[in-house]
Structures are given as structure tokens and as C-alpha cells.
């Protein structure tokens, strides 16, 4: 089975950046290249949220509180995705999980901790 491993949270203040990754390290290049990846977050008490998402063709779409501060890009040779938050606000806090989906299969990460500091 693929594993999905985030990294690159952390602790930051307010204003500042973090970029996230996310790989599939076992996943073969050719299920890596048809997988649409997206990222989710879920701040404490709330519901699990889109926050962006990259299709195979390379197509983007983020929720609108991200718009203009994150970027969402794919590497497919790599086998990783990558979320680049600028501008970063406690509204950002939570759990960020990565998922690798197609057809009826998804595959999501263990997530990983970012949290603002105002």
C-alpha cells in the first residue's frame, strides 16, 4: 500500500511562511501521475476543510481564505506535492492531511501540525 508522508509544519508567527510536502514515497510514478492531490485542514472543533487541491493535468483550485497566500504545486517525479503558505494568520492553524485520489481510491496522510502564533 502507499504511504503518504507530510512534513514541514511547525511553529510560526503570524505573517510569516511554511511550506508543506507531501510524498508518496512507495507509490509507482505512472498511479502518482493520475492521482488528483489535494490538501485538507482541520482547526480544533471544526469540521475537516479543502484547502487546496492540483489535478494531474496541473490545474488548481483553493478555498477562498487561501486564495493569493497559498500555492499548491506537484512534482511528479518526485512523488510529492508541496503547499506553500505565505501571509499566514491564526485562521490557518490545524491539522493539514494530504490525499492522493483517483477513480475509488484514496490515500490519505497522517497529517501534520501547523500552528500560528499572533
Known amino acids: 500500500q502507499a504511504q503518504v508522508v507530510e512534513s514541514g509544519g511547525g511553529l510560526v508567527q503570524a505573517g510569516g511562511s511554511l511550506r508543506l510536502s507531501c510524498k508518496a514515497a512507495?507509490?509507482?510514478?505512472?498511479?502518482?501521475?493520475?492521482?488528483?492531490i489535494t490538501w485538507y485542514r482541520q482547526a480544533p472543533g471544526k469540521q475537516r476543510e479543502l484547502v487546496a487541491a492540483?489535478?494531474?493535468?496541473?490545474?488548481?483550485n483553493y478555498t477562498d481564505s487561501v486564495k493569493g497566500r497559498f500555492t499548491i504545486s506537484r512534482d511528479n517525479g518526485k512523488r510529492t506535492v508541496y503547499l506553500q503558505m505565505n501571509s499566514l494568520n491564526d485562521a490557518d492553524t490545524g491539522v493539514y492531511y494530504c490525499?492522493?485520489?483517483?477513480?475509488?481510491?484514496?490515500?490519505w496522510g497522517q497529517g501534520i501540525q501547523v500552528t500560528v502564533a499572533s
Open positions: 512507495r507509490m509507482i510514478l505512472s498511479t502518482f501521475n493520475m492521482k488528483t
Open positions: 492540483i489535478s494531474t493535468g496541473g490545474n488548481t
Open positions: 490525499n492522493f485520489a483517483s477513480g475509488t481510491t484514496s490515500t
